[in-house]
């Protein structure tokens, strides 16, 4: 115990990093706090307070995380950065930056997704802002340097070419070696030199026109990356919980919803409109059946159509105006309004053959 304390008062306090240190650990315990409590709520646990809903307004805890940023900024400012003020007003903002963080996904996104696939953007976010403070604590320079000691350029180097390294890294689509490399430099090097993930904004910007290195990158997706992503999977759910399989506020399932109701919509409205074409085709056949029983009634001089000339019969008449009103059938209506089915036509042959005995 003596020589932890011993190792602290060396590398924190007389580091002048107790501000970081506090920081870091109110970012890390409000983080595990407000998870714990998350999942608390969510399995309606009765023994748990529960959310904050004053009036039934439910208030998310990013508000809380604002004011914790808030008091944390301000009052380093107010204080002048004096001691021990400057301890107290860090260990606030690690607060504030724990609780809005963990609903980073919420503010991206501008819609309630915490238990969605969308909402693992919040963790990732977290880790990414664990890591960084951790790499400002125990870095030496740039960022821990002390005024009157001289500038170790080489470590200057290597830290640049690391965080250029994880930049590439992210960008490839390997979240995760990105964000342990920031610790760990020689991992994020790896993953700047291989292959970036299909889905990556490297593989659209590179890989668009170089169709073998996009094949290459499919088939280490398929064989190596999804074992990987079962692994996040589970590290995921085991730190934030399991998502929801099928959200009902999820935008996605809006979506959905939409696009099915769009649908049964344009269906509904095509059965209408075949429909009173049927009506109005049923109106045109019994005018026309009511004209021609009174022309039959009185004598006419009937015309010969001209040679080679077909004449045009009732039912090609009848079919013309059936393609006209959009319809596949139509069966011929008699004058009384009954509707009866035309013969089969004489030379067609059914493909049933009949037995004899």
């Known amino acids: 115990m003596t020589t932890l304390l011993d190792s602290y008062r060396e590398h924190i306090v007389n580091a002048h990093k107790q501000p970081l240190f506090l920081l870091l650990v109110g970012f890390i315990t409000s983080f595990v706090f407000i998870r714990f409590s998350v999942r608390m709520i969510r399995a309606q646990v009765r023994w748990w307070p529960g959310n904050v809903t004053p009036g039934g307004l439910h208030i998310h805890h990013m508000v809380f995380g604002l004011g914790f940023l808030l008091v944390g900024g301000i009052g380093v400012f107010a204080a002048y950065g004096g001691t021990p003020w400057i301890d107290w007003f860090g260990l606030l903002f690690g607060i504030g930056c724990g609780l809005v963080l963990d609903e980073f996904a919420l503010i991206l996104h501008l819609d309630d997704v915490y238990w969605s696939e969308q909402g693992r953007k919040s963790v990732d976010a977290v880790i990414f802002g664990i890591l960084s403070t951790a790499l400002l604590l125990i870095g030496y320079v740039p960022f821990g340097a002390l005024p009157g000691e001289d500038t170790r350029w080489g470590l200057i180097t290597v830290i640049s070419v690391n965080a250029l390294a994880s930049v590439i890294t992210l960008l490839k689509g390997k979240v995760w070696t990105g964000l342990l490399g920031i610790m760990i430099p020689g991992l994020s090097w790896i993953g700047a030199i291989r292959l970036g993930r299909p889905t990556s904004p490297w593989a ?50 809006h979506r959905v919803a939409e696009r099915m109701s769009a649908r049964a919509t344009a269906h509904l409205d095509a059965h209408a409109a075949r429909a009173l074409a049927r009506r109005q085709a049923r109106l045109a056949d019994r005018r026309s059946a009511g004209v021609s029983a009174s022309s039959a009634a009185r004598p006419q001089q009937t015309e010969e159509p001209a040679a080679g000339v077909p004449a045009r019969s009732a039912g090609a008449r009848q079919r013309r105006r059936t393609v006209r009103a959009g319809r596949n059938r139509t069966y011929a209506v008699s004058p009384t309004g009954t509707e009866t089915r035309p013969g089969r036509h004489p030379h067609l042959r059914t493909r049933t053959r009949r037995i004899h005995r």
Do not use: C, M, Q
């Open 204 to 253: 659209r910007w590179r890989y668009s026109t170089r169709p073998r290195r996009r094949a290459r990158a499919l088939r280490r997706e398929r064989l190596l990356h999804r074992r990987a992503d079962r692994a996040r999977t589970w590290l995921f759910d085991l730190i934030a919980g399991a998502p929801d399989k099928v959200p009902a506020n999820h935008p996605a399932a």
